[in-house]
Nanobody
């Protein structure tokens, strides 16, 4: 079993910044992938960014956030961070953390609201 907990959402003005944190606990596979997804009202959940927990540290970003968002990890804490800069109103959504634990399953956090509005 894996537990996932997000934090760091809130209200920010356009052009502002927020940092989201995702802490995972339990049996984390060494080659697991942790990622952030988001879901806006009336839209499908979409991948924002992901990072491998292996030595490769490979990352993947949605085109809409490249150059503005950065995903980073602290393996010692099984924690992943999403630094979001130059936020836009279209970034407003509920952000979910996911742990893709390979054959051991996929786990989701409860979500954290990010609202970008003046």
């Amino acid at each position: 079993q894996v537990q996932v907990a997000e934090s760091g959402g809130g209200l920010v003005q356009p052009g502002g910044s927020l940092r989201l944190s995702c802490a995972a606990s339990g049996s984390i596979f060494v080659f697991a992938v942790m990622g952030w997804y988001r879901q806006a009202p009336g839209k499908q959940r979409e991948l924002v960014a992901s990072i491998q927990l292996s030595l490769s540290r490979n990352t993947n970003y949605a085109d809409s956030v490249k150059g503005r968002f950065t995903i980073a990890r602290d393996n010692a804490k099984n924690t992943v961070y999403l630094q979001m800069n130059s936020l836009r109103p279209e970034d407003t959504a509920v952000y979910y953390c996911n742990v893709d634990n390979g054959r051991l399953g996929s786990y989701w956090g409860q979500g954290t609201q990010v609202t970008v509005s003046s």
